[in-house]
């Protein structure tokens, strides 16, 4: 059965740090690289931050250096560390494998909000 639980999204102000967690199933993802995208009001999904094997992987310059993805699998967690976070982060995040379609499964997301 499919699993993706994300949680950790909250309400931060301008500057602050959270780190999201996403609990997977095992037997579907782990053994694909996981990701994590986000999705803004009105906007498109978008990749931010990712793990294959043991590199952390970001493909958008805004995030550098700010997100960091990292991967238990012990565990069977994906986390994202987020520092200096800025409005423009404010999104509902979601986790997937790498280069996850729309018509594959979503879980529910978890919200981060960043306003002062």
């Known amino acids: 059965q499919e699993q993706l639980i994300e949680s950790g999204g909250g309400l931060v102000q301008p500057g602050g740090s959270l780190r999201l967690s996403c609990v997977y199933s095992?037997?579907?993802?782990?053994?694909?690289?996981m990701g994590w995208y986000r999705q803004a009001p009105g906007k498109q999904r978008e990749f931010v931050a990712g793990?294959?094997?043991?590199?952390?992987?970001d493909f958008s310059d805004s995030e550098k250096g700010r997100f960091t993805a990292s991967r238990n699998n012990t565990q069977h967690t994906l986390y994202l560390q987020m520092t200096n976070l800025l409005p423009e982060d404010t999104a509902v995040y979601y986790c997937?494998?790498?280069?996850?379609?729309?018509?594959?499964?979503w879980g529910q997301g978890t919200q981060v909000t960043v306003s002062s």
């Open positions: 997937n494998k790498i280069g996850a379609g729309a018509d594959e499964f």
């Open positions: 095992t037997a579907l993802y782990e053994l694909y690289a």
């Open positions: 793990v294959i094997g043991d590199d952390n992987i």
